[in-house]
């Protein structure tokens, strides 16, 4: 509550309306008309039109100006409070006389005038009030700077760790994002994981773990008793090195970028021993927080705020899931997203709703393989090798191949099969197979369209 004597204050409709002082008057600023007891008789038309006037000048001092809402609430509120209120009539039509009179005051400011060199000025102090405001917050949650090392003193240094957290898919100390397609099976390949970082057993029934420390499990997705009888079924072994958090609705209480919240979940993390978090999953922690997927201004520092999590923490790994969009052929949402990551894993499903993953990043590259999927224990299995990576397939193939890739570089507007075969000419059979071994190597993906390149253009030509 301000007390309406800036350039464009209230003291224009004291003068205006005729506002005198006297002897158990109130003084001009606003919290003194407000102290007027109830019952003084000094609360009449006078009194309401100074009020109202402070009122009006008060909701353009904002950054962003308050409207007529916020204005005639506080007016309204002000009024109740006297023994002998104001009738309706006359306080919409004083509080409405006022309030165009100083929008007119601020809409016809010519540049140049007083009267805009006055509004500047007190928009400039805003600004900077503002920016320093800022500055503070940003120093208040720096963290300390980092020691420089010499070369020859960080390549000896001993970390003491492992190279992978999950053999040539999670390395150790990094952060990877599982981007799924729709109902691809994203919570149980989740749940497999969590088994294999808590059990040790291989992940897939493949990939070498290497155990330790306590997992968190972030779950802002499933309702709590589907989620247990889920992890159940798995019959995990460990359960003692896990800590689930049913985050479900109640995402706002996760905020990265906020330090206060960091620190508690730090604190939390830390005392429970929590060397690696899993969060399922992104989008619900951006609508909590009202935020744009699509923007990275907005999504970057959520990211960040992940990061200075797990330092505060000491926290090694972070696995964050998230929904594809883009035709299914990565994560959905800000390019951001693709730069947080050390490895990206892609869940993905075919027309015959067979599962597949694939996994690129930082020392990571695995080919489009197939899932094995076991209904009674849930439990996820790969592929012995990838479709793509057979040489008697590709030795059958031959040229075909290479001829569709030749297509697609020349005209990468998607086609169906058919279309496909028409256009490169030649063994109609060995085209239509080359097609399904290119999107199996993630080189052509299937959209609304048909088949084409998944960025637009095929990679390498």
Known sequence: MGDGE?????????????????????????????????????????????????????AWKFEKPRGWSWYSDMVRAANAGSADPIGEADLNKTMRSIWDTEGRHHE?????????????AVQ???????????????????????????GAEFLSMDFGGVLWRVDGLLAEGGNVLLAAQAKAGKTTLRNNLIKSLV??????GQFKVSPGGVLAVFDLEMPDTMAQDWLRRLKIQH????????????????????PESVAEWAADLKAAGVTTMLIDCLSPLLAAFGLDEDKPSQVRPLLEGFNTLKRQAEVRETALIHHMGHNGTRARGASSLLDWPDAIWDLTKDEQDRRYLSARGRGVDLSKTAL?????????????????????????????????????A???????????????????????????????????????KGYGPPTGVLPGL
């Open 199 to 204: 059990d040790g057993d291989p992940f897939l």
């Open 239 to 258: 359960p003692e090195r896990f800590m689930y958090v049913p985050m479900l609705g109640r995402g706002a209480s996760l905020d990265p970028t906020d």
């Open 372 to 408: 094995e999927f076991d209904p009674e224990t849930l439990a996820l299995t790969l592929a012995d090798a990838p479709e793509a990576e057979k040489p008697e397939l590709k030795k059958a193939l031959g040229r075909f191949p290479d001829l569709v890739r030749q297509h697609f």
């Open 124 to 150: 400039q102090q805003r600004m900077r009030v503002n920016a320093e405001a800022a500055r503070r917050e940003r120093a208040e949650a720096r963290p300390e700077r980092p020691k420089m090392l010499i």
């Open 6 to 58: 800036g350039p464009c204050g209230g003291a224009r409709y004291r003068v205006r309306y005729g506002w005198q002082r006297g002897t158990r008057r109130p003084g001009s600023q606003l919290s003194d008309l407000l102290f007027l007891p109830a019952d003084d008789p000094g609360r009449g038309n006078d009194w309401l039109t100074a009020v109202a006037g402070h009122y009006a000048a008060d």
């Open 410 to 448: 020349r005209y990468p507007a998607p086609l169906s099969k058919n279309k496909i075969a028409e256009a490169v000419g030649g063994n109609k059979k060995a085209v239509l197979a080359s097609v399904d071994y290119l999107v199996a190597n993630d080189e052509l993906a299937y959209g609304p």
């Open 108 to 120: 016809q400011a010519e540049p140049g005038s007083d009267e805009f060199e006055k509004l500047v």
